[in-house]
Nanobody
Framework: QVQLVESGGGLVQPGGSLRLSCTAS????????MRWYRQIPGNKRELVAQ???????TYADFVKGRFSISRDNAKNAAYLQMNSLKPEDTAAYYC????????????????WGQGTQVTVSS
């Protein structure tokens, strides 16, 4: 069984910073692309950033220049550094990854963490 666990959310003032962490554990053979999504109640979950196995990254337009995604392959972990936070960044942030649980399985993109709440407010 595979688990993704996020941490690092909290309450921060506008203009502040937070760093989210996501660690995959359990029966893991390989982790490919890793992503951060966010969701505001009543809205669809939206992709914030993703990082590929070669370290290349993509970002949603609404976070470009403010957020940075990184990964530590040895730890099966991904991070989201969030700077210059705005009230509209308030959401639950979710980690998602493509994971192979064995050498005989395909990458499964349906692994999700439980989410971590980020609230940006003065």
């Amino acid at each position: 069984q595979v688990q993704l666990v996020e941490s690092g959310g909290g309450l921060v003032q506008p203009g502040g910073s937070l760093r989210l962490s996501c660690t995959a554990s359990g029966r893991i053979f390989s982790v490919a692309n890793m992503r951060w999504y966010r969701q505001i109640p009543g809205n669809k979950r939206e992709l914030v950033a993703q990082i590929f196995t070669d370290g290349s990254t993509t970002y949603a337009d609404f976070v470009k220049g403010r957020f940075s995604i990184s990964r530590d392959n040895a730890k099966n972990a991904a991070y989201l550094q969030m700077n210059s936070l705005k009230p509209e960044d308030t959401a639950a942030y979710y980690c998602n990854a493509d994971i192979r649980s064995s050498a005989y399985s395909q990458f499964d993109p349906n692994y999700w963490g439980q989410g971590t709440q980020v609230t940006v407010s003065s």
